[in-house]
């Protein structure tokens, strides 16, 4: 770990998807269950991106988190952290791409995009009921097809 998470690539589309984001004033979040030193040693090297998200909830690290995914704890928490919470959990959006973690965006009531390891596309048995959308990358995602602003 401590030597591949320094080196941790983005994947595709997810810096001009950030970007977008934030720039057209959508309030972002992370909510991983990554503790927060392997959080830190995996964003290093895009301090400028991550730091353009609202806030981080660190699930293994935050009490407030009671349950690992696919309990939808952590997402709970995450969006009762933005300055002004949304009224309703179905105007939030996931992107996730491990099966728990669909489960945890659909058990929070949320709309979830799933961006699985490709490996998942030849066994679909292990793509989550509930999801929204299913997407080989981030460069594939049409934010207007969620209400989001268009690129």
Avoid: W
């Avoid at 997810?14 to 269950?33: D, P």
């Avoid at 002004?84 to 489960?103: I, N, R, W, Y």
Wanted: hydrophobic share 35%; net charge neutral; glycine share 6%.
């Amino acid at each position: 770990q401590e030597n591949l998470f320094p080196e941790a690539k983005l994947l595709p589309g997810a810096e001009k998807l950030i970007n977008h984001l934030h720039r057209t004033g959508v309030n972002i979040a992370v909510a991983t269950s990554s503790p927060k030193d392997s959080y830190d040693m995996k964003t290093r090297r895009h301090k400028e991106l991550f730091s353009k998200f609202n806030h981080v909830v660190n699930g293994s690290d935050d009490p407030e988190v009671k349950r690992g995914k696919p309990s939808p704890d952590i997402f709970v928490v995450c969006a009762s952290r933005f300055a002004s919470p949304p009224d309703q959990p179905t105007s939030c959006l996931v992107f996730e791409d491990s099966p728990a973690g669909v489960k945890a965006a659909v058990g929070a009531g949320m709309q979830c995009v799933m961006v699985p390891d490709e490996r998942m596309f030849t066994t679909t048995q292990h793509i989550p009921q509930g999801v929204n959308k299913v997407i080989k990358s981030l460069a594939d995602f049409d934010p207007q097809e969620f209400g989001l602003p268009a690129y």
